[in-house]
């Protein structure tokens, strides 16, 4: 009979303790290792969360684990963006078309609660706080940790690491084997503020994912279930340094968000106590590597962390987690094989939603403030109620649907290029009318016409160009 492997997941925040959970239902016992204290005790780190926005995909995966309706339970849907311009009134756009739709707002402190509950109550996982990784050596299959009782080794089959952006798993594997690797961080870095109840209730609607929209850098608020907001500031990181007085602090807040700063009365404090945060964007290949004692995989922000702005990391690393259960499932649980398989069909998906989430901080930070942006928007809004199916924009493709995300540039290309045939054909019969038209007026008047009749959409006034 056949030796019952071993499997270690390091890390245990969401990804490590979802996939735990997976494996411990498929009857795979499994040893999650963390770094930190039991957050249930030692409580979470402050002032780095960002709260997380689930969406379709996340949930989908949640509802795996049986913990779809208890994260709704502790969340707060958004229906669409409450864009707050300088100078100009507040206005909502929805996320969906028909207005229905909504991403949800949850703390990460709380969700990683639950899934780790969820992974210590399945029968087979084991969680060991204050386990350090200082080793990984595929060759012997061994780890190497650092405990509070002083360094253990631990003999493994199948290393799982879920272990951030920061990877120590990933960087004790570099360099053993052809390896690429790239962190691009942004020249912004975040930092989290609070807007409390007033008088017990939300200061703002909250209904909203709000943006402060400023060119070169934002401020976004997510509500709580305390009745409270969460903002993150996405700023340049010297624009932070700036910053050095609470006076500073608050004639920057009147003259750039005018209308909250009245709603923040511990702001000084907290800019000055809540740290600066980077945000990078993680490539990596190959997520795994098989020694001859043990095979190592990446998942998560540990193979491909991308930043926040199209809220997409947990839900991404939540997909990660039920592919290598499904490889599992198609492999008949040959982890090898299963794992391969994992990394390549993922690997071109997270490249898109990293190139995708890019662009999104473009759109928030500066386009959502534009006219010709929100006409845009519900122009798009419009052809998704009129072909429904037919014509998906991508915020809903990435937000509402789980289709693969390296499938949705080109399938909006091909929505593009059919919406464009259609609005030739469209302008091929007017031309048609047009004509018909002239034609008529030049037997009425015996002459041209030509100057009393113009095609639709045709006329330039002077000193303006198409847009």
């Known amino acids: 009979m056949a030796r019952e492997q071993t499997v270690a997941v390091v890390g245990a925040g969401l990804a490590g303790c979802l996939l735990a959970t997976l494996l411990g239902r498929r009857g795979i016992p499994v040893t999650v290792y ?16 960002i709260n997380l926005a689930i969406s379709t995909r996340g949930l989908a995966a949640l509802e795996e684990v049986g913990l779809r309706e208890e994260a709704l339970a502790r969340a707060l849907p958004m229906h669409g963006r409450m864009v707050h311009p300088l100078g100009g009134e507040q206005n909502f756009q929805s996320y969906s078309a028909d207005g229905t739709r909504a991403i949800n707002s949850i703390s990460r402190a709380e969700l990683n609660m639950a899934l780790l509950e969820a992974a210590e109550a399945t029968p087979g996982v084991t969680v060991r706080f204050g386990h350090r990784l200082t080793n990984v050596d595929a060759e012997k299959g061994r780890l190497t940790l650092e405990t509070p009782d002083g360094v253990v080794t631990e003999d493994v089959d199948v290393v799982l690491a879920g272990d951030g952006a920061y990877s120590a798993a990933r960087r004790m594997t570099e360099g053993v084997e052809p390896f690429t690797h790239t962190q691009d961080f942004l020249e912004h870095g975040y930092k989290e503020l609070t807007i409390p109840p007033v008088d017990g209730e939300f200061a ?75 945000l990078v964007t993680v490539r990596t290949w190959p997520w795994v590597r098989s020694g001859a004692g043990a095979t190592v995989a990446l998942l998560g922000d540990a193979a491909h962390a991308i930043v926040p702005f199209y809220g997409q990391g947990a839900n991404c690393a939540f997909e990660d987690c039920v592919e290598i259960d499904r490889c599992l499932d198609e492999t008949g ?61 991508r915020y809903e493709l990435v937000s509402f649907s789980t289709v693969p995300y390296a499938q949705i540039p080109e399938r909006l290309k091909r929505q593009n290029r059919a919406l464009a045939a259609a609005g030739l054909a469209a302008f091929a019969a007017t031309g048609l009318t047009v004509r018909a038209a002239r034609a008529a007026l030049r037997r009425r008047a015996g002459g041209s016409a030509g100057a009393a009749v113009r095609a639709p959409g045709r006329s330039r006034r002077p000193g303006r160009t198409a847009r």
């Open 34 to 49: 963390e770094r930190r204290p039991d957050p249930r005790v030692a409580g979470h780190e402050r002032g780095r969360s």
């Open 204 to 278: 703002l609607s909250p209904d909203a994912l709000h943006i402060w929209p400023r060119g070169n850098a934002m401020m976004i608020a997510l509500p709580n279930l305390d009745r409270s907001f969460t903002c993150t500031l996405f700023w340049p990181k010297a624009d932070f340094d700036a910053l050095d007085t609470p006076r500073k602090v608050r004639e920057h807040f009147e003259a750039r968000y005018p209308d909250v700063v009245g709603l923040m009365p511990d702001l000084a404090d907290e800019f000055a106590r809540n740290p600066v945060g980077s």
């Open 333 to 393: 649980g040959d982890w090898r094989r299963a794992l391969s398989i994992y990394q390549e069909r993922r690997k071109p998906n997270t490249d898109a939603i990293a190139e995708m989430a890019l662009d999104n901080f473009v759109e928030m930070r500066d386009r959502v403030a534009s006219p010709v942006f929100r006409l845009t928007r519900a122009a798009q809004h419009a052809l998704e109620r009129r072909l429904p199916g037919r014509y998906v924009s």
